[in-house]
């Protein structure tokens, strides 16, 4: 398959899409949050019920230090047996209201999260669907795929956990902080004083093991392109060609060394980390029954108080250090936000006029008057091309490779717009004609047709899916296919496609001559396959041609003889200018570049084959 319609766009339009950089780390003023928090605004009511279940939620938790305090300081030391029952009792039911309401947010979050991140896939997709082909021919292979599900799934969790938790957290420390300050304010001023030199090492090592785990990721990824291209077919085969096993396995060692060790090192910082979060508990503890111990001895606490306050402080730790990460979390997350975007804000080049209208069924008159084309600036594929097919005209497109075949055939499907000059079909400019009529008047037959991984039979209606299977099939009889469609075991049912029945290069173009035959459309545009078919099959395929072109008006870049034979004019392109325009004996007369392409070419291909 030749090259397609690549580019990044026509000169002069403006650049729509630039490749998104690999490290997500945008700062706040990079990216607009209010575009973020519009993507909330649906479900606000959900989440606002979500932000009064984690204040209740919040509440309640809060009671259970206070409870101890209440049977440490006044229950036991009074014997009160029923004070004693009654905290035990509140000591259950309230972790348990709690865990309920808990489940409750917890359902009612993640279906707003997750309606967020289906919107966003939509809206991705939808927009995707819309760009012209110079963006899908330029956009690296897997990068899409990779935005709509890796990216959207990256800022899953700050969708549906991390904006929750943060306000969790945030309710949890503020109300934490009142309750020890009302406690005793001097204890609670000397631990909030000590707090931050716990968790801020925490926040260090964070970070660190966030670099860490991207470069282990970078380095998988390259694993796994390696690998890739080691045990693909052509790379398989290329290294078996040339003898260089051991060249590929030593650079396989080398990556493979670097994941272990980055694996290695990202498990340690990790042991670090765990062992200081470890010890940041007894120590703190410690100071509080240092101080508080000594505020009991001097009659100035209770036994309670130290107690409750312990138990507070040991529930700041947490949340602390979690609001402590959240701009690392956040700046992480914006990054990717602002790649996905990136996307949403594309804007095709080729887009629908607002006031086009819609072509009615054609009668195939194409004028192309002084088409200008180029991919990139001032080199121009297509210059001042001018030229008319009549209704039910064959034409052939000729010319040596580069002189832009492929380039007009991609402006007459409207798949590129001319940067100077227009196209015509019955007197409507292409630019001016809604692209569902363009494309249900004008059909494609490529070189290399495409099937999906589905039943040939869904392959087929794909041109066409209100068709009745009597009219599928005639089509495919009329292209030659049926019977081969028929003897498989399982029929129009069999699947085809990547992983499924392998048509050959004959039988594919047939299949996509039988789709154009449902499509049933006034103008045809046919690339014919370079590729050399069996004899048997160029015949199936000769007269499969024969019966879609019968009145229609067909534009074929020709690679056959009997085609040039066959058509009514013959226009032959040189470097993207029409440079000779006739049938086969004028131009043959003329002994210009069609005659020296017949010899070289057509002539040359027929023989060999005969
Ligand atoms: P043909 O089909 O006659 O072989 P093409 O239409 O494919 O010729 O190409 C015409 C010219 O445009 C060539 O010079 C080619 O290099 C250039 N061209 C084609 N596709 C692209 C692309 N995607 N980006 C940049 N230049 C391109």
Redesign the pocket.
């Known amino acids: 398959m030749?090259?397609?319609?690549?580019?990044?766009g026509p000169a002069g339009v403006g650049r729509v899409w630039t490749p998104g950089g690999d490290g997500p780390q945008a700062g706040l003023k990079d990216v607009p949050v209010r575009r973020i928090l519009v993507l909330f605004n649906p479900y606000r009511l959900l989440l606002l019920a979500v932000l009064a279940l984690v204040l209740a939620g919040t509440g309640l938790d809060l009671a259970p230090p206070l409870i101890m305090r209440t049977i440490i300081d006044r229950a036991l030391p009074h014997g009160d047996r029923s004070l004693l029952l009654k905290e035990i009792a509140l000591m259950v039911a309230l972790p348990t209201l709690s865990g309920l309401l808990g489940v409750l947010r917890n359902h009612l979050n993640v279906k707003a999260g997750q309606a967020i991140m289906r919107d966003l896939r939509q809206g991705l997709f939808r927009n995707l669907q819309r760009q012209s082909m110079?963006f899908f021919?330029?956009a690296r292979a897997g990068e899409i795929i990779q935005r709509l599900t890796n990216d959207v799934f990256a800022i899953q969790d700050v969708v549906t956990q991390t904006v929750v938790s943060a306000v969790t957290q945030t309710v949890t420390v503020v109300a934490t902080v009142a309750v020890i300050f009302a406690l005793d304010w001097r204890l609670a001023i000397l631990s909030l004083i000590f707090l931050p030199l716990f968790v801020l090492p925490v926040r260090a090592v964070a970070r660190l093991r966030r670099n860490l785990r991207r470069e282990t990721q970078r380095a998988q990824g390259e694993m796994a392109v390696h690998l890739g291209e080691v045990f693909g077919v052509s790379g398989a085969m290329l290294t078996k060609i040339f003898g260089r096993e051991a060249l590929q396995e030593s650079r396989f060692t080398a990556l493979n060394r670097k994941v272990m060790d980055l694996e290695v090192r990202g498990n340690l910082i990790g042991r670090w980390f765990m062992m200081m979060a470890g010890l940041l508990a007894p120590l703190g503890s410690a100071l509080i029954y240092w101080y508080g111990g000594f505020g009991v001895l001097q009659g100035r606490m209770t036994i309670g108080d130290v107690v409750a306050f312990a138990a507070y402080l040991g529930r700041l730790y947490g949340p602390v250090s979690g609001l402590l990460n959240l701009g690392v979390t956040f700046g992480t997350a914006l990054g990717v936000f602002q790649r996905i975007f990136e996307y949403q804000d594309l804007v095709p080049d080729v887009e629908e006029a607002p006031d086009a209208v819609a072509m009615p069924a054609a009668q195939g008159h194409i004028a192309v008057k002084g088409v200008a084309f180029s991919?990139?600036p001032d080199?121009y594929?297509?210059k001042d091309v001018g030229f008319q097919v009549r209704p039910g005209e064959m034409v052939a497109l000729v010319?040596?490779?580069?002189?832009?075949?492929?380039?007009?055939i991609?402006l007459l499907t409207r798949l590129y717009d001319p940067v100077a000059g227009s196209i015509e079909i019955d007197g409507y400019d292409l630019r001016h004609v809604t692209q569902a009529s363009l494309r249900a008047n004008v059909a494609v037959v490529t070189q290399d047709p495409f099937l999906f991984h589905a039943s040939v039979w869904e392959n087929l209606l794909f041109a066409r899916p209100e068709a009745s299977q009597e009219e599928v099939e005639q089509a495919c009889r009329k292209a030659h296919i049926h019977d081969q469609i028929a003897a498989l075991p399982d029929g129009y049912a069999t699947l085809a496609g990547e992983r499924g029945y392998r048509f050959s290069g004959g039988e594919r173009q047939r299949l996509a001559i039988a789709r154009a035959i449902l499509r049933d459309p006034r103008i045809l545009i046919l690339d014919e396959a370079t590729s050399h078919l069996d004899t048997q099959s160029e015949a199936y395929v000769q007269a499969a041609l024969e019966h879609l072109m019968k009145g229609r008006t067909t534009i074929v870049?020709a690679h056959r003889l009997s085609t040039v034979l066959a058509a009514d004019r013959i226009i032959v392109?040189d470097g993207?200018r029409l440079v000779e325009e006739g049938t086969h004996l004028e131009l043959l007369d003329r002994d210009g570049l069609y005659a020296h392409l017949y010899r070289t070419q057509f002539a040359r291909v027929t023989a060999a084959r005969e």
Do not use: N, Q
Not at 2 to 8: A, E, I, Q
Not at 399 to 407: L, N
């Open positions: 030749r090259g397609g319609f690549g580019g990044m110079a021919t330029h991919y990139r080199i594929a297509l010319g040596p490779s580069g002189a832009g075949k492929t380039t007009l991609g870049i392109l993207g």
